[in-house]
């Protein structure tokens, strides 16, 4: 249980009502700033605004997955109120005040190590990014369908990347029926993606490896389809660049090519919220836990 865990949900989308249903089931006391639109009510939770906190007892500030804004504004589908987070803010929080969120940027760590406070960014464990690539994977398979006028079976895909969500993603399509290739720049992931069957190649070789290509699904956050690679690539092929922005893809060449070429962020809050919120919800419980208990010892 989370009994006398105080801690404030800042701003968010859908995910984050899972992540309230589990606090508040778990007893945690939760203020929700961001949420005034929001018409389901919460036992536990009280919403309000930032300035009426009771700032200095929250164990917790858990912001949206984004974290913030380059400016520190922070995102909030219930509400049209602006919430903007300061370095100021946050140096009234306790000192062992916990900030959480999925990912981070500029802004958001030079306020946090501005004011001395732990950091936790959810989507850098490996856990909360292989569970994430469950929702991933099936969001780039509706993307696929919606984008081609040909089956999945059958057809040519390069993943580019063997991390967490390339594995998924290469595994995902080849059971699908796809003839999938995956492109990887170290020695150990080739050798894995041959013992999975697949066809390997490396990156490096990638400008003469999409002359057959249907569909390629990027997820190396790094310029990687590059004009040269784009100018090989058939006329007729499909990108889908799933790493962070601003992808890996030179867009303006693809377009300027008339190569379908899409960048498509977010997709567990857009095709799962629900699941992709209780997987951020079950490790924030579990974190949350362990914090306490840190602090019991
Ligand atoms: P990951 O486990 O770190 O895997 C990244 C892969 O990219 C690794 O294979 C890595 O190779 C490779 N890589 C990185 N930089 C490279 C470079 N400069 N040249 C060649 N290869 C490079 O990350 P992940 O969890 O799979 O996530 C991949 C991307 O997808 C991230 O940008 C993440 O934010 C994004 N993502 C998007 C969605 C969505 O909805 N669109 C959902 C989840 C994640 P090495 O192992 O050799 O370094």
Redesign the pocket.
């Known amino acids: 249980m989370l009994t006398g865990i105080k801690a404030a949900i800042i701003g968010g989308d859908a995910r984050q009502l899972e992540v309230i249903r589990k606090l508040t089931e778990l007893d945690a006391r939760l203020y929700l700033v961001g949420f005034d639109q929001l018409d389901h009510g919460f036992t536990g939770a009280t919403k309000m605004d930032l300035d009426e906190l009771p700032i200095s007892e929250l164990d917790a500030l858990i912001l949206p997955v984004s974290g913030s804004g380059p400016n520190g504004e922070v995102e909030t589908i219930f509400s049209n109120k602006k919430i903007q987070f300061t370095e100021e803010f946050l140096k009234k929080t306790k000192k062992d005040c916990t900030v959480f969120s999925g ?1 981070s940027n500029p802004y958001l760590t030079g306020c946090t190590n501005g004011a001395g406070r732990k950091h936790i960014k959810l ?1 850098e464990r ?1 856990d909360v ?2 569970y ?2 469950i ?2 994977v099936e ?2 398979i509706m993307m696929v369908i919606q984008n081609t006028d040909f089956t999945i079976h059958q057809s040519n895909i390069a993943v ?8 998924t993603v290469a595994r995902t399509f080849a059971n699908l029926g796809a003839n999938v290739s995956v ?4 020695s150990e ?1 080739i050798a894995r993606i041959t013992e999975m069957g697949f066809r390997p190649f490396y ?1 490096s070789n990638l400008e003469n490896e999409v002359d057959a290509v249907d569909v390629c699904i990027n ?6 389809i590059t004009s040269n690679v784009i100018s090989k690539i058939p006329s007729h092929t499909l990108i889908i ?4 922005k601003p992808g ?1 893809t030179d867009f303006r060449f693809a377009e300027k090519r008339g190569i379908k070429a899409m ?8 095709v799962a919220p629900k699941t992709a919120g209780k997987i951020i919800a079950n490790v924030l419980t579990q974190l949350l836990m362990e914090e306490r208990n840190m602090g019991k010892g």
């Open positions: 990912i989507f490996d990014a292989i994430n690539a929702p991933t969001g780039t580019l990347g063997f991390g967490r969500v390339g594995f492109g990887a720049r170290r992931h990156l997820t190396i956050p790094a310029p990687i660049d799933l790493a962070s890996g960048l498509a962020p977010g997709l567990p809050g857009i």
